[in-house]
């Protein structure tokens, strides 16, 4: 018996992680190879013409899981009755634009969009906010939608724990699927504190040991992987001449597959998600903590030693996050 | 006991249709969810920090199915033991070229792509030409790597097929997936042939003719056939930019039925080495209906081919022997 279809909406569908995103979605990494998926699209007026050349791309691939397609640019329309809303969409920073220009526009944006996400989403719609700044534009859709509640309102780290990850498995020369456990703590953004104290490795035919035991070099895992997983977008754009669709799209998917269907026994993501005072974190901003997943439930996990070095960087994140929560109420005024 | 990885070649892979491509790739999308791959991609040098950023961004995303990457510029690199080949890099059509301009430009690509493959590539790599004129392009691959199997030269035509799928489940608001065995007869050109002569849609009351639901003969035989034809250009008129992402998708299909095998009772299409099957020219690569099993395609024979049709075979069929004295004139 064929599971029933699950609304997923991405707003911004017609930019670049959007055309990233879809193809993944409609392939089942987000929910599963084996749920079928409505696709919800949204983008604005301007992007009307190539968001439904998306959509006929849609249609033209033929996928089997995907049950239909809703492309709009009216969001009650994009989000009646979603399970799933990828926000994507925000206004991205131009040349000369002063980091309280960006603020404000996209405060506008996601102020508007709680109202229509919280009168028109699926009981218990699971949020995550891609389109930075993330954890501010996913702290203002929480303060907008009061009746959502504030556990199913996230922001992607999970493409900074991954390009951690990825650091430490070319350091090591091993694959990644045998690095785990290391965690992003903060904003995305470049405080954040990519931290190894509790990730492990499990070399082939060996047990499970710590990252900073076999890396044997804490120099480097506290200055350059540090600062080289801090600064990987900007390395992208340089690269690419384009920021990082392919891989904040398939991280958009890890972050949603593993909220829904759960982490894998041993292991935590990082996600960032409303604060409860863990960690001496503040709560009342969205930060982003090691997390383990269980039946659609996110729990921080608790009891990981912090040290010194640790506890400061964590500190400078939070503070930069209670500063960007200050300049969006002032934008809002 | 994890699978042994398998080594999958993409060239132009810093393009549009590499970015959706690899990803689908390294999520087990072309060969299973249970089959580890190693990416080898290849664009020219002036693409060289674009593909390195395309790499960056691999390792970034962490894929479990992803054992290794490789980056290059070296067309010897990145074919050394190769499995299955996916040549998407090629010259453009540019403002201005003539059809002659394009094919001679392609045809010198691919003559020493197939040097190259035939070298160093795995023995029985299976290889599928995307890039366009993508039957042609198919061809003189064959031609210079006399030592490849020609049944292990294909080209895309499943983009089109697909096309043909999700147009019929429009037309009769179904389910894409209870569609099935359109058939894209020739060339992954305009003069293709999308035919429903042997269609069929999956019903409550099971299996029935896609003529008889759509009762539609005068749009079956015009308009469904023109928009099938002329897709491509209806994406870029939309995007501004060429059909990646269902190109992409295509190819996976393409690969993914070709070494895991079709459905039973399902065929797809495959624009592969004719072997005058239906009276299509011989020594050309024509695209077919194929079922396909222990990693091998076999032409769908015994299918009633009416007048219509086979007019339209024979355009589809008289192109593409005109594009190959095209290929061989730029060659001399």
């Known amino acids: 018996m064929a599971k029933e279809p699950v609304r997923v909406l991405v707003t911004g569908a017609a930019g670049q992680i959007g055309y990233a995103l879809v193809p993944m979605i409609a392939r ?28 006929m791309e849609l249609v033209d691939a033929a996928f089997p899981l995907l049950i239909d397609v809703v492309a709009t640019t009216d969001a009650m329309v994009a989000c009646k009755g979603v399970n799933i809303a990828v926000m994507v969409g925000g206004f991205p920073r131009k040349e000369g634009m002063e980091r309280k220009d960006v603020m404000s526009k996209n405060v506008s944006i996601y102020k508007a969009q709680a109202s229509a996400l919280e009168k028109q989403a699926a009981p218990d719609c699971k949020v995550l906010v891609v389109a930075n700044p993330a954890n501010t534009n996913a702290l203002i859709l929480k303060e907008f939608a009061p009746s959502i509640p504030e556990k199913n309102i996230t922001c992607l780290t999970r493409l900074d724990h991954n390009r951690a990850l990825g650091q ?20 995305h953004s470049s405080t954040q504190y990519p931290d190894v104290n509790h990730a492990t490795v499990t070399p082939t035919n060996s047990e499970e040991k710590p990252v900073r035991s076999v890396v044997a070099d804490d120099n480097w895992l506290n200055t350059e ?18 920021s990082s669709a392919l891989s904040a799209a398939s991280a958009a998917c890890d972050h949603i597959r593993d909220w829904v269907l759960g982490t894998p026994k041993g292991t935590w993501v990082s996600m960032g998600v409303y604060s409860d005072g863990s960690y001496g974190i503040q709560s009342g901003i969205i930060y982003s903590f090691p997390v383990t997943c269980d039946k659609g439930q996110w729990s921080i996990a608790q009891g990981l030693k912090i040290d010194d070095f640790s506890r400061e960087k964590m500190d400078a994140t939070a503070k930069e ?4 929560k200050t300049l969006a109420y002032s934008c809002l005024n």
Do not use: C, Y
């Open 321 to 324: 996050l209670v500063e960007e």
């Open 168 to 187: 430490l498995s070319e350091r090591l020369k091993i694959h990644v699927g045998q690095v785990k456990n290391v965690i992003i703590w903060g904003n």
């Open 225 to 242: 992987f540090i600062t080289t997983v801090q600064q990987r977008g900007a390395a992208i754009i340089k690269a690419r001449k384009l």
């Open 28 to 55: 089942g990494v987000m929910l599963g190879s084996d749920q079928p998926i409505i696709l919800h699209m949204l983008d604005i007026e301007p992007a009307t013409e190539a968001l439904n050349g998306v959509k």
